[in-house]
DNA sequence: GTCTATATCCAGATAGAC
DNA sequence: GTCTATCTGGATATAGAC
């Protein structure tokens, strides 16, 4: 294989892939057509086949790459000193999100897909499994600053995080589909919850 | 209009609502097409478009019906002595919620079109509304409980309660995805948190 | 590698006989 | 009110010229 070659496909792929990602934004997920993304990407259907097998490799590929970045950001988080609320961790992390994806929408339109399509569940399903890794890492030293010992902490982690998760889907649905959903309120709301309760006073 | 023609009609668009139900339950939402409502209803095309205008219309009041019904519920809750717990009252709306769709999956369908279609977001928000009206009331009850006044119980239910709807909102879509979440593990995790805290102690 | 043009399919919706 | 048969539109994917 040329060496250009290789170079110049991963380059068409990206452009593709931010066409799509602004038809997206636009008219939903489902509500895209190839024509749409055929015209916003400028190329022609040929040339887009060429490098996508068909319209659900491109869907997955192009969310997969943006969600795989979003669960960079987070990475950092478990790092910082002194470590931030809880949720103040989820703010940081929906508006990382929702920023990237340019829009609420989207990401409910993934979940539709994934909860009929096992091949976008198992993909949906690995980048939850590394973001539980990710929350589960905070809230371990979370957990330990507000004094559990190491095993306690981790224990209750595990437990809490798949809520925590839910917690931040509540807020991409709602924000997608409420008219009237009030961001702040709700992660102000978040901040007035003791996630801490049981744990022994310092 | 005859007598006879009302509870017909009535009784017809039972059996339609209950075909597509079934429908959904199967293949998804998304997946299920007109044909397969008229397969499943023994009816004919013909017959279902004089019930229901188009497929947004007979899915819209389909989904509509079911969700009452389970707000119909939760409206008792709010009235039980002693008051439950409420990880206890996420639990009875969201296992209700799920048996009665026959899946998880469908109201995350519902949710995606909801995100698209403004005639199904305002359906969604409706429905949002009712559920928020049930909550905060229990909630306010719950709080009073818990030692609150009158007025600061209604302030804090009324910020706690779009969480609590994201919390349900969480399981509900991990269940439709993931294939092991562990429904009784979240639902523990709920009652391990603390949404009171800040309330004076009794 | 890329384009234009098109084949193929399948969905939703309707017309008109009964 | 209900059925059968059909129209119509739009979407994905491909064929073949350049």
């Not at 319209?55 to 950001?73: H, T």
């Not at 103040?88 to 929702?98: H, K, M, N, S």
């Not at 829009?103 to 979940?111: C, D, K, N, R, S």
């Not at 902490?153 to 925590?164: H, N, S």
């Amino acid at each position: 294989m040329p060496k250009v070659t290789e170079d110049y496909r991963a380059e068409r792929r990206r452009e593709i892939a931010a066409a799509a990602l602004r038809c997206f934004s636009r008219k939903g997920f489902e509500g895209t057509s190839m024509a749409d993304i055929i015209a916003e990407s400028g190329l022609s259907a040929g040339a887009i086949y060429l490098h996508y097998k068909n319209k659900q490799d491109l869907v997955g590929q192009v969310v997969v790459d943006v969600l795989r970045n979003r669960s960079a950001d987070l990475a950092d988080i478990a790092a910082l000193d002194p470590l931030p609320h809880p949720a103040e961790v989820v703010r940081i992390f929906v508006t990382a999100v929702t920023r990237e994806l340019g829009g609420e929408g989207i990401l409910v339109q993934v979940w539709a897909i994934a909860a009929r399509e096992p091949a976008l569940a198992d993909l949906v399903t690995g980048l939850v499994d590394e973001l539980s890794g990710l929350f589960t890492t905070y809230f371990t030293a979370w957990f330990r600053q507000q004094g559990l010992d190491a095993a306690a902490a981790e224990e209750r982690a595990r437990r809490l995080v798949p809520v925590i998760i839910g917690i931040s889907q509540g807020y991409v649905l709602q924000a997608a589909i409420l008219p009237r959903f009030d961001a702040p309120a709700y992660l102000d709301a978040l901040a007035a919850i003791d996630f801490t309760a049981g744990a022994p006073v310092l």
